[in-house]
């Protein structure tokens, strides 16, 4: 066993069978969506802020590293726990707490998965900008970890856009929240900083999210072009021109040739590249 008095003091706080500790429990959790690997000596999973908060006091008393972790789909290696030490997996952490729709807010535990806020959102003509394309398994804690964007981040912009609030757990345990649930509070905006921090300056705990409209009408172009040049600079020609797309997706000929035999979506085999063009707005 890697750190006896540090398993039993996790065991006593979140019970022992929210701490995985032997060989072949630990495999799952070594890797995130990159190549890096690397194996934490222990895993534990919260179900409370305070649990959390918990586990990094005993973390750090024990001076060992905490890595959190969401659903591990990250292209950064961010929750991979280079030194080891204890991976917070907080995938039991899932619940909306609040579904405000007058005041547009939601308050959400850190594991919700993006897609689930988004179908429960839709349910009131209303959905969450942030949209990555991992979206399905994604969780909200790892889209502030991470700073997420989406197709539709051209236009709506990326998570700290998109996030009034954050309540984190520091690294000496303290359980504190940034920001508020409206926008632009007084201070420095810590909250901001919290967002692309990859786990790296606390735990996210809570997070109280700005909903948005869904829109009247949504329309979809396909642009082809001879060159991918020619396509970069159709891109910039739009945005020059002062009309924004929400997204704007380039495929160049190499991925065309590997998308469409398999998804059949009409996608020109000579084209050098092509555009995914979404506006939306109201119908005509
Ligand atoms: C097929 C695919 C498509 C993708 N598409 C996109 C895309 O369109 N846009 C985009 O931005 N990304 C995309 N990604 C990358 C990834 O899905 C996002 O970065 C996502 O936000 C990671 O969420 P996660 O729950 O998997 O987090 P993880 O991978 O588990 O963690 C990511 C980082 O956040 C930290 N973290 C996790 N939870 C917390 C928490 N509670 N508190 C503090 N820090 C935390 C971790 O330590 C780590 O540093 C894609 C990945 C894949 C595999």
Redesign the pocket.
């Known amino acids: 066993m890697a750190n006896e008095a540090l398993i039993r003091e996790l065991q006593d706080a979140l019970g022992e069978a929210h701490v995985l500790h032997l060989p072949e429990d630990l495999i799952g959790y070594e890797y ?2 990159t190549i890096e690997r690397a194996r934490p000596d222990a895993v534990v999973l919260p179900g409370s802020a305070e649990e959390v908060a918990a586990a990094v006091e005993i973390a750090s008393r024990h001076r060992v590293p905490v ?9 950064a290696g ?2 991979v726990p280079v030194l080891g030490g204890v991976a917070l997996v ?1 995938t039991r952490m899932n619940r909306i707490l609040e579904l405000d729709p007058v005041n547009r807010v939601a308050v959400l535990e ?1 594991g919700v998965i993006n897609l689930d806020l988004q179908d429960r959102c839709a349910e009131h003509g209303l959905r969450y900008a942030p949209d ?3 979206q399905r398994i ?2 909200i ?6 700073n ?3 197709p539709h981040t051209l236009a709506h912009g990326s998570t700290v856009n998109h996030v009034l609030g954050i309540e984190v757990v520091l690294p000496d345990g303290r359980l504190t929240w940034l920001g508020g649930r409206q926008p632009d509070v007084p201070g420095p905006d810590l909250r901001g900083i919290l967002c692309g921090s ?2 790296t300056l606390g ?2 705990t809570k997070v109280c999210a700005a909903l948005v409209s869904l829109p009247p009408d949504v329309r979809t172009m396909l642009a082809i072009f001879d060159s991918i040049e020619d396509a970069s600079e159709a891109v910039s020609a739009v945005i020059r021109g002062g009309v924004l797309p929400v997204a704007m997706e380039m495929l160049d000929q190499a991925i065309i040739r590997i998308v469409e035999p398999q998804m059949h979506v009409g996608y020109p085999l000579d084209a050098g590249a092509v555009l995914l063009i979404e506006v939306e707005g109201v119908p005509e």
């Open positions: 995130d969506a890595v959190p972790r969401g659903s591990g789909t990250g292209l961010g929750a907080m850190p990555p394309s991992s994604c969780t804690g790892g889209n502030v970890g991470t997420a964007g989406g990859e786990g735990i996210v």
